[in-house]
């Protein structure tokens, strides 16, 4: 029997097959491999979630009633007082809005803000997927263009910019001066700019510099909104817990209509966001985590015959051996390693693979000696 109709026109009738749901011949090969399969291709946390987070949960833990869409007071400073310390950004509580985890608002951002198909969103050419899902669960169009000036060329003006420094997947970390001049053009052109910025505690060989920052956005924050995330920082993947902050026009009207729609961070994870962002030495401590095992894994790589691209920053090595994805992605397999093909992320992206950083210590060790 066949779906309602209804049903079978609903948002997801839209959208493209999940990309890792392609990717199961390739894990069941990789699984064979004696040992067992070395998953790199999704960058969830594995290390243990901070035991200050893991005490404020169990503190807040009776939570009857709804939380507040805003976030409490005392988050929103917290947010506040953030940005401030970490990114140099000086932002007012009432400018910062926390989100159920970042991803859910990279998809429905373009929706929030009103967006329809009339309205054209840039992303990057090498992008997260859930750039162009929001586009279409949007009804919007979507383009990807690195070159914001070709668009002037095509007489296309877009409603929002989407940037990604550092980049998922490449680890790419576009200069001030880069993202400064993106900005200016985007509010030149009546634009917002939204910068996805959820992996900037882990720069490596740059050092990521926020949009809200003053060399960046200038004395404003008009028509600019950043986005966090405390999932790959503090390792709280599993809480759902994100915000963003920006301009406090536009943060107010996310909040007005995150109101009506019920996007609620419960309360209890508010509270963790308010420990964990008084907390740098589990920072610390996971950096070192990350970077012991880059500096393990990248090495192995380069000895395999792979170029590594970009990869300043982030969670991931962005590899290439010159050929297609989906056959370095096989010889990967045969070799017991699960890794995620360039073409998950767009055409620029078809002769690279992404591989986390996000796996235990044996895991990776693993990795080095059947790359070897």
Not at 117 to 130: G, H, N
Not at 252 to 267: C, D, F, Q, T
Not at 306 to 324: K, M, N, Q
Request: charged share 20%; proline share 7%; net charge negative.
């Amino acid at each position: 029997m066949s779906a309602p109709t209804h049903v079978r026109r609903g948002l997801g009738a839209g959208l493209p097959d999940f990309p890792w749901d392609t990717l199961a011949s390739a894990k069941a090969t990789a699984a064979a491999y004696p040992g067992g399969v070395v998953d790199l291709s999704i960058g969830t946390p594995v290390d243990p979630t901070p035991e200050v987070a893991r005490r404020a949960l169990a503190e807040a833990s009776d939570s009857p009633g709804y939380p507040l869409t805003s976030g409490t007071p005392a988050l929103r400073q917290a947010l506040a007082d953030h940005l401030d310390r970490r990114w140099g950004a000086a932002v007012l509580p009432e400018a910062t809005l926390p989100v159920i985890g970042s991803k859910e608002l990279v998809a429905w951002l373009p929706t929030l803000l009103g967006l329809g198909p009339d309205d054209v969103v840039v992303y990057p050419e090498a992008a997260y997927p859930t750039y162009a899902a929001g586009v279409q669960l949007a009804g919007a169009r979507g383009l990807a263009c690195d070159d914001l000036t070709r668009l002037d060329a095509e007489g296309v003006r877009p409603a929002l910019v989407w940037l990604n420094s550092p980049s998922n997947p490449t680890g790419q970390v576009l200069p001030t001066a880069v993202l400064a001049e993106r900005v200016a053009w985007v509010r030149e052109h009546g634009a917002i700019v939204a910068s996805d910025e959820c992996y900037g505690e882990f720069g490596w060989e740059a050092e990521p510099v926020s949009v809200l920052h003053p060399s960046v956005s200038g004395d404003s924050h008009d028509g600019l909104l950043a986005l966090f995330s405390l999932s790959k920082r503090s390792n709280l993947a599993g809480y759902r817990a994100g915000f963003v902050a920006g301009d406090p026009a536009l943060v107010a009207e996310l909040l007005e209509v995150r109101k009506h729609i019920g996007m609620l961070v419960p309360r209890p994870v508010q509270e963790v966001m308010v420990a964990v962002l008084g907390d740098t030495a589990h920072v610390a401590d996971q950096r070192e985590r990350y970077a012991s095992r880059r500096a393990r894994l990248r090495p192995a790589l380069e000895a395999a015959g792979f170029r590594i691209d970009h990869s300043e920053a982030g969670l991931y090595l962005w590899a290439t051996r010159g050929e297609d994805s989906r056959t370095t992605l096989a010889w990967l397999a045969e070799r017991g390693i699960l890794v995620a093909p360039g073409d998950f992320y767009g055409d620029a992206a078809r002769q690279h693979v992404r591989l986390a950083l996000t796996a235990t210590d044996e895991r990776v060790d693993a990795a080095v000696q059947r790359l070897s």
